[in-house]
């Protein structure tokens, strides 16, 4: 059997795209080297071209598993929390808070790649911003029907709760990078989760 070539083995693409992950966070796209790619993730530059036709497909990449690592870890938060629905979108909304405090270099990536470089690029990074979006706003929305049939939340103010809840989420995140004194993120998980439904509770008559 051939012997599959170093720059194929398994791990490989996985710690290219952990460097790239680095590199273009602290850096940018137009900043980004993809020699020190290929150093942090200690391989040879042809390796990353191996698995990479070249920086934009690197970056789309890096891009596109961090905004599925984000959805997945939500969607487990929700599928486990049990409960009311109530305790479920508490937990989804302080999991997807304190995820942006656990993963910085993922915030400064999407905060920096809002111009990429090329038209082209710019579209594709916008493809999987609408994306990403989207799925938050069609997770949220089903909690939240759920909610109204269960008698939980109030279907009178619950109408834009996905679509306003994405936006906190995406606003807090923008603080946060800018300046993370001003907006700590692990400590008002609790209260941004209990300000939202505050909102959309249904109350006693």
Known sequence: MPRRPSTDQPGVRSRILDSALREFSLKGYHRAILDEIAAGAGVSKGAVYWHFENKGELFLAVIRQEVSRLIEHVKVVARGSGGSVVARLRAVIAAAVTYYADHPEFC??????ALPGGLELTREVEGMARDMYRQG???????????VHRGELDAGRAGVAAPVLVALLDGLMSQWIVDRRAVPLRRLAPDVAGAFLEGIVKRAD
């Open 108 to 113: 400064s990536l999407l905060q920096l790649s």
């Open 137 to 147: 706003r069609e997770m949220v929305g089903a909690l939240v029907r759920e909610g």
